[in-house]
C-alpha cells in the first residue's frame, strides 16, 4: 500500500456545510488541513478551516485555483454539477470516485446499478410522461412516490401518490424533471450502515443505526438498532458488496429497510451520513475521521463501538433547547454555526451516551 | 445566572499552540467562533480559527484590533506579558481573570498563595544571591530543585542540585533570573486533577489521572489512577478551594504528589492542561468545552467518566509511530498540524479507550 499523504497536506473539501465542518475538524486532528469550496459565504466549514474558497461551481478560474491548492479532493454532498467535476478531476483525484457519484445523482441509475448487484430495492419505474406514470402506477400499484431522478434530499423533489387520482398533481408537482415511480415498502423498521472502503480496498463497517423520520428529515439514530445479530451481519455484507462494486474509497451511507424478507435498499449516499454522527461518541475513530483515513491513504478504523449512542437533530427551533440538554449529563453537544434557525433547518445534534 | 454568550459570538485565544488549537475546536462545537493571536507565523490553531492575529505581545495596535474583534478573551498559556493583558482587559473581560495569572506566572506566589489557603506545598525559599541560596539549601537541604520564579515550562529554567557543591553552577544555570528553591518530596505518585468553575462559581472536576514524566516532559496520563477513592475526594475538595480563593472561571490543571501524608500541590496551571487531553474520550465534555462552557456562560459539564484512558504525548519522533498507533483498534489520534518534528517538541497524542 502506498503512504498515506504527509502531514500537513490540504484536503480540498467540495461543500461547506455542516459535513464540511466536521470533515475539516477531523481532517485536523490527523495533521492535515483543509480548504473549503462552497458558493455561500460564510459558510460553517470555513470557521474551522485553513481555507475557504467562496465562488460558484461554475467558475471555472475559481475551481482551478482550488485544485490546485489541494492534494486531493473529496465532497460533503453528492449533487456536484458534472461539469464542475470535470474540470476538477484533471488536476487532483477525486475520493469518492466519479462512479459512485453517477450512480449515486440518479435515483433511477440507483436502482438499477443495486438491483443489477442482485440487491433488493423498492419497486420502482422510469416516469418522463403522463403515460408513463400511468404504466408504472399499473405495474407497481398504489400507494407510491414519485421523486425526481436528480436533486433530492430531506424530502424534497417528492409527491405521494396515495390513490391513481393523485397521479396528474403529483407529475406536475415536478415541473417536467425526469422522475422515478417508486413503490411502498412494507417494512419495520429503517437502518442504516455506515461503511468505508479504503484505498487498499479494505472495508470497515460501524454498527446499523435506527433511524426515525419526521416530516421528510432524519430526526433521530440510536445504537444498536432493535436488530438481530445476523441482520446487522447482512447489513455489512451488503455495504461491502456496494463499496467494492464501485471501487469506492471513503465513507458510504447506506439506508436500509427492515423487512420480513431481510433488507431492502432504500438509498445510498457517497459520504458521511447524518445517519453516522453518533460516532463521535462511542467508536475511536468517527465516521468523519473515517472518511480522512480512507482519502489519504491511513489504515481504516475497526468501527468498534464502546457505547450506546441516541443522536438527535437539533432542527429549526429546537437550537432554543440547547440550555436544557447543556445540563444533561450524557449529553454531546454538536452545533454548526449557523446563523438563522429557520424551519427544518439543521442546526446541529446531540449525541445522549448510553452505558 | 445571566444567559450564555450568544451562538455566533467570537472568542479570542492567546497563543495559537495545540491547547489553543483544540479550544477552538471545541467552541465550534459550542456554536462560537475562535480569533487566535499569535507572535509565530502559521500556528497549529490557526489552521482551524476563523480568523488569525499574527503579531507580537508588545504590538499594541494588534491587540486592541484583536480585543475589539473578540466577544471574550482567554489564553492557552500563562506566560503572557503583563502590558499585553492590560491593553487587552480594558476591552473585553480575560477569563480565566488576572488573579490566577499573577499567582501562576511566578513560582513564588503560588506557593504562598497554596500555602495561605492551608494546602501542603513542597519546602521553599525564595533565592536572588548566592547568600540566600545558601541560607535556603541549609534550611530545606538536598537534593533540592533551583527554578527560576517566571516562564518555566517543561522542565526548563530548572537545575538540580544534588549536593552543596552543586549550587553555584546552580545558580549560574538561571542567569540571574529571581529564583526559589523547592526541596524534594518523597511520593508515591503524581496525579492531576482537571477542574473547572463556572461564572456562577459551580465546580465540576474530572476524575484525577496518574502523570509519568520523562526528561521533564508529560509522557502518559492514565485514568483511574491507581488511588484510593478518599484521595480522588480530597483532589476534588482541594481543587474547589484553589478555584473558589481566585474567583476563578475556567479549566485548571493541578498537579498534586501523592505521599504517605496525603496529597501535596506540586503546581497549578490556569488553563486547559495537557494531563486533561484524556478527556476527549470517555466523557461527553472534554476539558476543551468546559473551558469554553465555563468562560461563555454555559452549564458546566458534570466530568463524569465513562471508560478508561490512557493519554500518551507523541514527542519528536514518536510521530513516525503514527502508522502503528493507526492500526491499533481502540487509539484515537490527535495530531496538532506542526511541520517539525523537533526532540522534545509535542507533535501530539494519542487516546487509549481501556473499557
Redesign the interface.
Known sequence: MAD?LP??AVIGILGGGQLG?ML??AA??????CHIFEPGADCPA?????ACFTAPYDDPDALIEFAESVDVITYEFENIPTEALDELEIIRPIRPGRRALAVSQDRLAEKEFLQGLGLSTAPFAAVNTAADLEAALGEIGTPAILKTRRFGYDGKGQARIMAPDDAPAALASLEGAPAILEGFVDFSLEISVIAARGLGGEIACYDPGHNIHEAGILRTTTVPAPIPPGLAADAALLAGRILSALDYVGVMGIELFVTRNGLIVNEIAPRVHNSGHWTQ?GC??DQFEQHI?AITG??L??G?R??GVEMENLIGDD?ARI?EI??E?????????K?EARPGRKM?HV?R?R?
Open positions: 498515506p502531514q500537513g465542518r475539516s475538524m485536523a486532528r490527523l495533521g492535515y488541513r470555513a470557521q474551522v478551516a485553513a461518541q475511536a475513530v483515513r491511513w489504515p478504523g475497526n468498534a464502546y457505547a437550537i440550555p447543556a445540563r449529563p450524557h449529553a454531546a453537544i454538536h452545533l454548526y454555526g446563523g446541529g449525541n451516551i452505558l
